[in-house]
């Protein structure tokens, strides 16, 4: 199971909607952006103290998808 790519707790829906895209369809480009950048800082931020290597790779993976939204 992949927690940081994957997780399955933001995949409950009957239409196989991840969780992370519902909200980037509800947003601007702009918003988005401004999601995945206070993601980044707030794993970043944590890192240290709560899940160590678990938040650099979420925060890696919020940057990934942030870098993927500038490029469409």
């Known amino acids: 199971m992949d927690m940081v790519n994957h997780p399955p ?5 009957e239409g196989g909607l991840e969780c992370i895209d519902g909200i980037e369809a509800s947003m601007s ?4 952006a401004g999601y995945c950048k ?4 707030k794993y970043l931020w944590r ?6 290597v ?7 993976w919020y940057l990934a998808r942030l870098v ?4 469409e």
Do not use: I
Request: hydrophobic letters at 20%.
């Open 54 to 60: 678990g938040d650099l790779k979420k925060a890696q």
């Open 68 to 71: 993927k939204s500038q490029e």
């Open 38 to 41: 206070g993601n980044v800082m």
């Open 9 to 13: 707790h933001y995949n409950h829906n």
């Open 29 to 32: 480009k702009e918003a988005f």
């Open 47 to 52: 890192y240290e103290y709560k899940n160590k």
